[in-house]
C-alpha cells in the first residue's frame, strides 16, 4: 500500500515536471514568435521605405527690370530623389499668380488670376493641353509647352530643373509661384510667396530660395 503510494506521489512530481517543462518550452517559443514578428516587421518597414518614393523641392525666383521699364521674371523649380529607387515625373506645371488677402491680413495665393501663361512641362503637346484644361483656370491653349524629355527620370541621388521665364508689364508687390508635380507615387503642390522689394526708382533683382 506505501509502494502505490510512494510511486502515485513519483508519478505526481513527473507530471508536475512534465507540465513546467512544457510550460517553459511554450514560454520560449511564444517569446521567438514575439520577436520574430518584431524582426519581420522591421524588415518590411525597412524595405517599404527603402523602396518608397521620397522627394525634396526647392525654388529660387528672381526679377530683372528691362530697359523698357518692364521685368523678365524666372522661377526655377528643382527636385530631388531623396529616394532608394528612380523617381519618374509624369509632368510639372509651373504658375505665377497674383497674392490675395483672407480676413484682411492673411496672404494667399489667387490662382483664378493667373499672371502671364502656365508652363506645362509634360511628354507631348496633346498631354499639355488636357493637363491645362483640367486645371481649370484658363482655356486649354493658355500655357506654354515644353518637353520633359530626360528631365522625367530621376536616379537616386540626383535630380530635375524646372523652369519658368516670362515677361511681365508691371510686377505687383506680392505674387505667388505655383509649382505641381506629377509622379509615380500622386501629385504635389508647391507654393512660394515673392516678395518685390524693388524701389520705385531703381529696381532691382530680388532672389528667394525655399524647399518643401
Known amino acids: 500500500m506505501r509502494r502505490a503510494i ?11 515536471h512534465i507540465l513546467d517543462v512544457i510550460q517553459k518550452i511554450t514560454s520560449i517559443v511564444q ?23 521620397t522627394q525634396k523641392a526647392e525654388m529660387v525666383c528672381s526679377a530683372q527690370p528691362t530697359a ?9 523649380y528643382q527636385i530631388f530623389n531623396t529616394g532608394d529607387r528612380p523617381l519618374r515625373i509624369r509632368h510639372v506645371v509651373l504658375k505665377i499668380c497674383h497674392a490675395k488677402l483672407e480676413k484682411d491680413f492673411h496672404l494667399a495665393p489667387d490662382e483664378a488670376n493667373i499672371l502671364g501663361s502656365r508652363t506645362v ?9 488636357l493637363i491645362a484644361k483640367n486645371d481649370g483656370q484658363a482655356g486649354p491653349d493658355d500655357h506654354q ?3 520633359i524629355g530626360v528631365l522625367g527620370y530621376v536616379n537616386k541621388g540626383a535630380d530635375s530643373s524646372f523652369t519658368l521665364r516670362c515677361r511681365l508689364r508691371e510686377l505687383p508687390d506680392v505674387i505667388f509661384v505655383v ?8 501629385t504635389r503642390t508647391f507654393r512660394r510667396m515673392w516678395v518685390n522689394e524693388s524701389s520705385s526708382s531703381a529696381p532691382v533683382a530680388l532672389r528667394t530660395a525655399a524647399s518643401a
Open 179 to 186: 509649382a505641381e508635380f506629377s509622379w509615380q507615387g500622386g
Open 68 to 76: 523698357s521699364k518692364d521685368f523678365v521674371f524666372e522661377a526655377k
Open 6 to 16: 510512494d510511486n502515485h506521489s513519483e508519478n505526481g512530481k513527473t507530471m508536475l
Open 121 to 129: 512641362i509634360a511628354e507631348n503637346e496633346e498631354e499639355a493641353k
Open 31 to 53: 517569446s521567438i514568435t514575439v520577436v520574430g514578428a518584431a524582426f519581420f516587421a522591421l524588415f518590411k518597414f525597412r524595405l517599404y521605405q527603402s523602396w518608397k518614393p
Open 145 to 147: 509647352f515644353k518637353a
